[in-house]
């Protein structure tokens, strides 16, 4: 009876053997395999007779040498009497590589100890797999968000800061690492802002429920500054619930610097065709007018001479006087419209300064005004019309003169820029400034703030046309009502640019050679 029941026992546990659904042996302590399930034999098409009385080592690896501890679990069951497991990756007969999840299980007696330790071989290829596509493609989404020019930031659902890619660490100051339980999205703009920014998402009317596309916002740096970008955000759903938010952030100072540079150039085109156009007519009615105001210069004159003494003259002489004014505005205009032929030369910028301040006949103008000069201690020569650039020192001494109504100072400083070529002189006082709204017409032709018959509006704007006929530019570097700031640029003459010179120029006017 007893043997009946042992047999049935026994025939039980084998049947519970052999239905496991993995491939399993029965190994005894020395790695010697005991026996081996139909799912075993079947997997690695062998017999029975193939494994039992082999180690587990020459049927896996057709070695006599038993794996190192490093790889093989069995000696861990033996001392600690409890099941591990290893990851093995391996090649089938088809050389297909795959994984193996390998789980050591000990049989142990009534006494506690090990007698058989049972493996069990689960195939994990396709885990691994899935495993390794994922990683994979997470892989891929990183270097996707972190090879973005944009700036992204994601949230959950309390605005704490989950992910940060490169460009947004640049654009906000800040990294992730510093982000994460220090800052939330709400410090990214300026106050009440990241409130407004959710009603619109949760907003059908904005882009639909969840979406805000393309919206000019602030936000703010961590230095507290604001910048302006273009912002597309959404929210992210798991099962109609908000869990996240994620938001695409550009930079828009480069393309508002661009869009002020080319509103700038389209206004210097428009500056420089209304020039162009009043140039023209400047020239014909200059020409027009200086034949009879010649005409009426002489007869004038001569009946002066003969009237001397008479009550009269005193009206002719008020008339020669008005005619040189209207010529010295025709002198103006023609030099406005660049139809006189410039002679050019090599001047020092320095002694243009002194030339200009010698000419202004009328010394009244500078009252109480302290002239300073804080020119470079370097010769600075430039290559032009003397008589016109000096016309055009005059045109701003008289102009700042005017604006400090006779009491003041007025500063000129003269330095260079020998690598970028370029010379400067800047024309400081200490007068009223200059209104915002006026400060872009300023070289406009006619323009003047001036009382009527104070001024014709021409000082600058003939100016304006000299300096740019020799290669420069004049304008306005500051302006407050402490003062204002004219500066002068000019290219720096270099004698190597210009070989056809070298030898033969006069340099006396400049108190010898520029070297």
Request: one cysteine or more.
């Amino acid at each position: 009876m007893n043997e009946k029941k042992s047999m049935e026992e026994k025939d039980w546990r084998l049947r519970v053997f052999e239905s496991l659904s993995f491939p399993t042996l029965i190994l005894r302590p020395d790695k010697v395999i005991v026996t081996a399930n139909r799912k075993f034999l079947d997997k690695h098409g062998l017999g029975m007779e193939d494994v039992t009385g082999k180690t587990c080592h020459e049927v896996f690896y057709r070695s006599k040498k038993a794996c190192s501890m490093s790889v093989c679990p069995l000696p861990k069951v033996l001392a600690y009497r409890e099941g591990h497991s290893i990851l093995r990756q391996v090649t089938n007969s088809r050389g297909e590589e795959g994984w193996e999840d390998r789980v050591f299980s000990p049989i142990l007696d009534e006494n506690g100890q090990v007698i058989y330790i049972m493996e069990s071989i689960r195939d994990v290829t396709k885990v691994k797999s899935l495993e390794r596509a994922l990683k994979e493609t997470e892989e891929l989404f990183e270097k996707v968000i972190q090879s973005s020019a944009s700036a992204i930031v994601a949230a959950d659902r309390d605005g704490n800061i989950l992910i940060m890619n490169r460009a947004a660490e640049e654009l906000f100051g800040f990294t992730v690492r510093e982000a994460r339980g220090e800052r939330n999205v709400t410090d990214l703009y300026p106050n009440g802002k990241a409130k407004e920014i959710m009603r619109d998402l949760r907003s059908e009317k904005k882009g639909g429920r969840g979406k805000l596309h393309t919206s000019e916002v602030m936000i703010l740096n961590a230095k507290g500054e604001e910048i302006p970008v273009e912002l597309s955000a959404s929210i992210i759903y798991e099962e109609g619930k908000e869990i996240a938010t994620m938001g695409i952030y550009n930079d828009l100072r480069p393309r508002l610097a661009v869009e002020k540079t080319l509103r700038e150039a389209r206004a210097q085109i428009a500056h420089s065709e209304k020039m162009a156009s009043l140039g023209q007519l400047s020239a014909g009615i200059a020409h027009e007018i200086n034949n009879p105001l010649t005409g009426i210069l002489m007869y004038a004159s001569m009946t002066l001479e003969k009237m001397e003494g008479d009550p009269l003259a005193e009206h002719l002489r008020y008339i020669v006087e008005d005619v040189n004014r209207c010529k010295g505005i025709v002198q103006n205009l023609l030099a406005y419209s660049r139809r006189s032929k410039p002679t050019v030369g090599i001047i020092d910028l320095n002694t243009l300064v002194d030339q200009g301040l010698n000419l202004i006949r009328d010394q009244k103008l500078f009252g109480n005004i302290a002239v300073v000069k804080e020119l470079s201690e370097e010769m600075i020569l430039i290559r032009g019309d003397r008589n016109r650039l000096t016309q055009v020192i005059i045109n701003l001494v008289m102009n700042a003169c005017a604006a400090m109504n006779g009491e003041g100072t007025l500063t000129f400083r003269s330095y260079r820029d020998k690598p970028n070529k370029k010379a400067f002189l800047e024309v400081c006082d200490t007068g009223c400034g200059i209104p915002e709204e006026t400060l872009p017409r300023i070289f406009d032709p006619f323009f003047t703030t001036k009382e009527p018959g104070k001024g014709t509006g021409l000082g600058l704007s003939t100016s304006y046309g000299i300096i740019q006929e020799t290669g420069g530019r004049i304008l306005v570097k500051e302006t407050s009502p402490q003062g204002t700031t004219f500066l002068v640029e000019l290219p720096l003459y270099v004698p190597l640019d210009y070989p056809e010179e070298s030898g033969r120029q006069d340099w006396s006017d400049n108190g010898g050679s520029p070297t």
